[in-house]
């Protein structure tokens, strides 16, 4: 108080100035509040209608197709240089005009994601040029110029590059992010997917993204506006829905790798490896957020290599459905959460570290037995190696989890072929992939 009556004393009229500049950043920041609120609340409708009733059927279905598309006779089928023994690479990966014919890998999600499409009903946009200049007027050829288009677009890159973000990317709805024949390195910030629907990220490496101050960033054509400090996270997803993550390598960034918050739901992280980070995947960032029990997400033919320490996903409150990993590295533990997740872990390997103290793959973080007892934490055709053990825990009093009711995942004894081919490939155009 004192030193504002001392400004007065000294110039009135940079008080008024001051008065004036103050009401038009907060008249900045009010209409920036106001417009992002709108777009959560039509994110959370989209979020509404992404959520499936009966998740049980939605992981049955997934497994279902990972048996036919593995079975001997399906396999006979597929001879020849390429092998694709999971049914989202089945889809696309062995056919020698995926180049001509790139938006066939709308039709190839699988798991809670099934939906998602991306940029499919778009053109198809080609980034030629790797720089990050202009946070509020990005060049045209530039990845942020395609990400913040308010139309569809199936984002694909010229050449090999590296895209040093100069803060946040943050994606629009319909998107495809396409890095099929180009090893595409996106370095530096996070990608941010903020109240969205309708992205795929594919084909690309993600690392080394550090925290960032924020300022002023656009984040669709129409409006850009003041952002906060953004984490380093690799990929952010808030409060969005029908999200496929598939085919991305992804180590040392500042946060977590995948962090999927604010009742995000219909999402799919498939075939990608990770390596070299401490927390790998959290889902749900908070105990506040009871909104979390919308996530439904799957977590399928992923490689956790070397260099990882934990969360793999770390979970609360949702319904997770982590199928067909290879976890051949932890050092804390692979699986954890709190706030009553639902996680149902089926054919995947486990192989412990040798600290005779990090065997368990699961952990339930600041809960008693007496409040995780009832937590639906189930194994099943998991392959647990050196020692590896799955605390499970809950579904005394649901009948829908007894084991005779699921549909089998794949074995766990299968894993190394379902994963082989996990992260960013190396795809040549006019040759299976
Ligand atoms: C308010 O936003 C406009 C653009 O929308 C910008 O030109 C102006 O500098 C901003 N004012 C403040 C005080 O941040
Ligand atoms: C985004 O994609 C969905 C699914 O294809 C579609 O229904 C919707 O109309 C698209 N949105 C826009 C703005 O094109
Ligand atoms: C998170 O969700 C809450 C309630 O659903 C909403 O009010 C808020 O705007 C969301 N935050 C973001 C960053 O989308
Ligand atoms: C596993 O869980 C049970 C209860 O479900 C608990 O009593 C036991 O201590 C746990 N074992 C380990 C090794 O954490």
């Not at 092998?83 to 999600?109: E, H, V």
């Not at 189930?378 to 020692?387: E, F, I």
Request: charged share 20%; net charge positive.
């Amino acid at each position: 108080m004192a030193g504002s009556i001392a400004v007065v004393a000294r110039s009135p009229l940079s008080v008024l100035l001051y008065v004036l500049a103050t009401a038009a950043a907060a008249a900045n920041v009010t209409s920036d509040e106001e417009y992002w609120a709108q777009r959560a609340e039509v994110a959370r409708s989209n979020n509404r209608a992404a959520y499936v009733s009966d998740p049980v059927a939605a992981m049955n279905r997934f497994n279902a197709d990972v048996l036919r598309a593995t079975s001997r006779r399906s396999l006979r089928r597929y001879q020849g240089p390429c092998m694709a023994t999971n049914p989202i690479d089945r889809c696309w990966r062995c056919r020698g005009d995926w180049a001509a014919d790139r938006k066939r890998l709308a039709q190839c999600a699988r798991g809670f994601g099934h939906n998602t499409v991306g940029g499919v009903g778009g053109k198809v946009y080609v980034v030629t040029d790797a720089s990050d200049d202009d946070l509020i007027r990005p060049r045209r050829g530039t990845l942020r110029w395609g990400a913040i288009q308010d139309r569809p677009l199936w984002i694909v890159f010229a050449r090999d590059m590296i895209v040093t973000l100069r803060q946040e990317l943050i994606v629009n709805h319909n998107k495809t992010i396409d890095g099929r024949g180009a090893q595409v390195h996106i370095v530096s910030a996070q990608i941010t997917l903020q109240n969205v629907q309708q992205v795929i990220i594919h084909g690309v490496h993600i690392h080394h993204s550090a925290p960032h101050s924020g300022g002023m960033i656009r984040d669709s054509k129409h409006h850009y506006g003041q952002r906060s400090r953004s984490d380093g996270d690799g990929i952010s997803v808030l409060s969005s829905s029908n999200v496929w993550v598939d085919h991305v390598s992804m180590y040392r960034c500042s946060d977590g790798l995948i962090d999927v918050v604010n009742g995000s739901t219909g999402i799919t992280i498939s075939n990608s490896h990770f390596t070299n980070h401490d927390h790998v995947m959290l889902f749900g960032a908070s105990n506040d957020n009871p909104q979390d029990r919308e996530m439904q997400i799957t977590v399928s033919f992923n490689h956790f290599g070397k260099g990882l320490v934990q969360r793999m996903p770390r979970c609360r409150y949702g319904f997770f459905h982590v199928v067909n990993n290879d976890y051949t590295h932890w050092i804390m533990y692979a699986i954890g959460g709190n706030k009553n997740p639902t996680i149902i872990s089926q054919g995947n390997r486990f192989i412990a570290p040798d600290d005779p103290n990090a065997k368990e793959v699961t952990k339930r973080e600041y809960a008693p037995y007496s409040e995780y007892k009832d937590w639906v934490w189930k194994s099943q055709g998991d392959v647990m190696m050196n020692g590896a053990f799955f605390n499970e825990s809950g579904g005394q009093n649901e009948r829908k989890y007894d084991q005779l009711d699921f549909i089998p995942a794949k074995h766990g004894s299968y894993v190394g072929q379902l994963t082989q081919f996990a992260g960013a490939l190396k795809c040549r155009v006019g040759k299976p992939c």
